[in-house]
């Protein structure tokens, strides 16, 4: 629920393939026990669902062609964020075809998106 608050209406919508699954990299735990607010590599709005400045970024003035160097989880929001107040965004990546850096490689074996009935 920390990775992906929405995941039982997605489950219950069918739309399984859409879950943002944990990948128990135990951040959210590291953080409970320090008493420290939680963070979430997954979920990078943990925490702070209620803060305009992150579900509702000003758009940007002027806005800029914008490039991206990496392609894992902090270069992807960095992306996502500037793209959503209105920059041109272009990411670029050292190697690979897949976006995602160690996180995807932290995924490998999780859960598919397949439910038993």
Known sequence: MIADPLLPKKVLEGREQDI??????????????????MTCYINPLCAHEHDPRYTNPPPADPK???MIVGGGPAGLECA?????????VHVYRKSGKELGGTILEASKGLPTATMNS
């Open 20 to 37: 943002r699954w944990c990948v128990a990299c135990t951040s959210a735990w590291r953080d409970w026990f320090r008493d420290a607010p």
């Open 64 to 66: 800029k062609n914008i």
């Open 80 to 88: 996502y964020m500037a793209a959503q107040r209105g920059h041109e």
